[in-house]
């Protein structure tokens, strides 16, 4: 075989592969017998049908576009260790001549882009301080308190108050129509907790038992149920009771009431919460200054991403969603119905994110290549064991399912990133 390599533009290009010699040969044979066995000719027996008369039947253009077809495979891969391509989508065949002597294809390739690397190193971009506060410990300990708090009955007359809970009736209206899903009976509603539409809540403070009040609200503009969006409603209020939140004392025994393991004081639960605290915030400010470093390093970055690479990992993105949705006992389609959304719609939402995730990757690629980043066989066999212990699976079956190459390609694209950290000003 012989093979070359045209890029174009946008990551498009042209690998022409020609195929001749023994493999051109015995894949003219192999369909020839293949067609053989499979017709029947009157006055023959099936199988038995003469070469000649098969050859004048089907003809060689026929022939030869079943041995194309069968040659194919092997001679995309063939190209591609030649010419060290790297395809991001399915290429087009196309056969562009045929002889008893040799066959040339054209494959229609989508490559993985050039990336033209801007500056990714010694940048003046660094992570957050983090603290936990007496007031963060506070706010903890006071979630305790409204999870096992009593909402206990104000005496008649006084008025509801921010962080009171309300029982009533409403019954929401469009010009003086009543619309679906805009009742409700004994409901009871904390004031202060914003679960109803914005400005519904603030209209109750200061009502009494037994008032009955109208409540006028809009609708946001990106409200779910799209027959509301942005229109006015009135709310026929019924108040029925009015409660106060009454929180217990903060000792051992409320603590002890969350059955922590090895948790039984209150001081232990603050000094748990605080490393919880602790890290959680080490978290989220290490992720911060990631994702402002990746963007700096990007911006100063070129690359032409084809849409097609976009396309893939918005697919990926729409199967992990519906993963999750399974597993949270819902399908994507229920969720697609109860949120008036369509597969595509809820698609085109995940395209800024796939559009940064596809770039950060291509731009780490393209570091791991410049510094010549090398992962060992003993570090995948690390991480192998590591992803062992995290997901409880045996390492072997864990091998069976994710490649070393891929264990690789990862381990690889994250030293890139601890090196750009490594290097801030």
């Known amino acids: 075989m012989q093979s070359s390599w045209t890029l174009k533009e946008n990551s498009t290009g042209e690998l022409i592969v020609t195929v001749d010699g023994d493999a051109w040969k015995k894949a003219q044979k192999k369909v020839f017998n293949t067609v053989k066995n499979q017709m029947s000719f009157k006055g023959f027996r099936k199988g038995q049908v003469p070469d000649a008369l098969i050859r004048k039947q089907v003809g060689k253009k026929y022939l030869f576009s079943l041995a194309a077809e069968e040659v194919a495979n092997d001679a995309l891969t063939f190209g591609i260790e030649e010419q060290k391509i790297e395809l991001v989508d399915r290429p087009l065949l196309d056969i562009k001549e045929t002889t008893e002597e040799a066959v040339v294809l054209s494959?229609?390739?989508?490559?993985?882009?050039?990336?033209?690397?801007?500056?990714?190193?010694?940048?003046?971009?660094?992570?957050?301080?983090?603290?936990?506060?007496?007031?963060?410990?506070?706010?903890?300990?006071?979630?305790?308190?409204?999870?096992?708090?009593?909402?206990?009955?104000?005496e008649e007359g006084q008025t509801a108050q921010q962080?009171?809970?309300?029982?009533?009736?409403?019954?929401?209206?469009?010009?003086?129509?009543?619309?679906?899903?805009?009742?409700?009976?004994?409901?009871?509603?904390?004031?202060?907790?914003?679960?109803?539409?914005?400005?519904?809540?603030?209209?109750?403070?200061?009502?009494?038992?037994?008032?009955?009040?109208?409540?006028?609200?809009?609708?946001?503009?990106?409200?779910?149920?799209?027959?509301?969006?942005?229109?006015?409603?009135?709310?026929?209020?019924?108040?029925h009771d009015i409660k106060a939140k009454e929180l217990p004392e903060v000792n051992d025994e409320l603590i002890q009431k969350l059955k922590l393991e090895g948790i039984e004081t209150v001081d232990q639960f603050k000094d748990s919460k605080r490393?919880?605290?602790?890290?959680?915030?080490?978290?989220?400010?290490?992720?911060?200054?990631?994702?402002?470093?990746?963007?700096?390093?990007?911006?100063?970055?070129?690359?032409?991403?084809?849409?097609?690479?976009?396309?893939?990992?918005?697919?990926?993105?729409?199967?992990?969603?519906?993963?999750?949705?399974?597993?949270?006992?819902?399908?994507?389609?229920?969720?697609?119905?109860?949120?008036?959304?369509?597969?595509?719609?809820?698609?085109?939402?995940?395209?800024?994110?796939?559009?940064?995730?596809?770039?950060?990757s291509l731009v780490l690629d393209a570091i791991v290549k410049a510094e010549n980043i090398e992962v060992s066989d003993e570090e995948a066999e690390t991480e192998y064991n590591s992803m062992s212990e995290q997901y409880g699976m045996p390492?072997?079956?864990?091998?069976?399912?994710?490649?070393?190459?891929?264990?690789?390609?990862?381990?690889?694209?994250?030293?890139?990133?601890?090196?750009?950290?490594?290097?801030?000003?």
């Open 107 to 154: 494959f229609e390739c989508t490559v993985s882009p050039e990336v033209t690397l801007g500056e990714y190193k010694g940048l003046d971009i660094h992570k957050d301080e983090v603290s936990v506060t007496e007031e963060d410990i506070e706010n903890e300990v006071k979630a305790v308190q409204d999870r096992y708090a009593d909402w206990v009955l104000k």
């Open 275 to 360: 490393e919880e605290l602790k890290t959680r915030k080490e978290n989220q400010a290490n992720s911060k200054f990631e994702d402002e470093l990746m963007a700096q390093v990007t911006e100063n970055a070129t690359v032409d991403i084809p849409a097609v690479m976009i396309e893939h990992e918005v697919d990926s993105m729409y199967r992990n969603f519906t993963n999750q949705m399974q597993g949270s006992g819902f399908t994507a389609e229920q969720f697609l119905q109860a949120t008036n959304q369509t597969e595509e719609g809820l698609k085109q939402t995940f395209v800024p994110e796939a559009q940064k995730k596809v770039l950060n």
């Open 395 to 425: 390492v072997e079956q864990i091998k069976s399912i994710v490649s070393v190459e891929n264990i690789k390609a990862d381990l690889a694209t994250r030293k890139a990133l601890d090196l750009i950290k490594a290097s801030v000003k």
């Open 163 to 239: 962080g009171d809970q309300v029982v009533i009736d409403f019954v929401g209206t469009l010009d003086g129509v009543p619309f679906e899903g805009g009742q409700g009976n004994e409901y009871p509603l904390e004031l202060g907790s914003n679960t109803f539409i914005p400005g519904f809540e603030e209209q109750l403070v200061g009502v009494k038992s037994e008032d009955v009040k109208d409540v006028v609200v809009t609708f946001p503009e990106d409200y779910q149920e799209a027959s509301l969006a942005g229109k006015e409603a009135v709310f026929k209020v019924t108040v």
